[in-house]
Nanobody, 122 residues
Framework: QVQLVESGGGLVQAGGSLRLSCAAS????????MGWYRQAPGKQRELVAT???????TYGDSVKGRFTISRENAQNTVSLQMNSLKPEDTAVYYC????????????????WGQGTQVTVSS
């Protein structure tokens, strides 16, 4: 019963900033990586940013230099600082985590949050 809960979405004007947060809870043994994907209406879900347990980050080309992903002081929490927002950043942002649970399985499984809406107005 792992859950990923996103927060921080909302409405902002172009050029503004938002900070998203995602907290993973449940019977978690370990987390390989966590990150964010987004999906706009009529478009395919795309990578925004990821961070590994060791701190290595990856960014989608469209957000490089504007967004920053980081691990919070809580072990199972990740944040996404979004600056210089553009109307094309408007989408539902989904938190994801690759993790293991206390289920007896040695496999990694990917979990997804319900998503949080980010709307950037011009």
């Amino acid at each position: 019963q792992v859950q990923l809960v996103e927060s921080g979405g909302g409405l902002v004007q172009a050029g503004g900033s938002l900070r998203l947060s995602c907290a993973a809870s449940g019977s978690i043994v370990s987390i390989n990586n966590m990150g964010w994907y987004r999906q706009a209406p009529g478009k395919q879900r795309e990578l925004v940013a990821t961070v590994t347990s060791g701190g290595t980050t990856t960014y989608g080309d469209s957000v490089k230099g504007r967004f920053t992903i980081s691990r919070e002081n809580a072990q199972n929490t990740v944040s996404l600082q979004m600056n210089s927002l553009k109307p094309e950043d408007t989408a539902v942002y989904y938190c994801t985590a690759l993790l293991k649970t206390y289920s007896g399985s040695l496999s990694w499984y990917r979990y997804w949050g319900q998503g949080t809406q980010v709307t950037v107005s011009s």
